[in-house]
């Protein structure tokens, strides 16, 4: 079943990043020696205007070898109910503890990668509210 579901994903992927730009990408890492992945960090630490970039650099990344869980959990975060901005505790514990079949201690240590990533940030008592698209 999750072989199925990142088949899916990969062809949603593959239709959403422009064929043409992705080899303008690569091109340019090449001419600075860095890989694909380096060379868009660097990039995106210069100008964070570049959100557009931004999401499409997480898709590359995420089409790379390397399947990467915490991602499809943020995805699944995102999927949440939302309200005012907040996606309220209950909610994430059902979407995520029940997805991934983790307890709640497991659950938090998640929340705290996200925050640490900038991803997201806690509302005392209430929840979470996402930073990043």
Not at 46 to 73: Q, T
Request: hydrophobic share 35%; glycine share 2%.
């Amino acid at each position: 079943m999750l072989k199925d579901m990142m088949k899916k994903k990969n062809s949603q992927i593959h239709l959403m990043i422009d064929t043409e730009f992705k080899e303008k990408l690569k091109n340019l890492a090449n001419q600075e020696n860095l890989h694909l992945s380096e060379y868009c960090r660097n990039k995106l630490s210069e100008d964070s205007k570049l959100i557009k970039l931004e999401r499409m650099i997480e898709m590359l990344l995420v089409n790379s070898s390397k399947f990467d869980l915490n991602y499809l959990a943020f995805e699944r975060l995102k999927e949440c109910r939302c309200k005012n901005g907040i996606i309220y505790f209950k909610d994430i514990w059902i979407k995520l503890c029940t997805s991934f079949s983790i307890k709640k201690e497991d659950c938090w240590k998640l929340l705290r990668d996200f925050e640490r990533d900038g991803k997201i940030k806690f509302v005392r008592c209430k929840g979470v509210r996402i930073l990043t698209c």
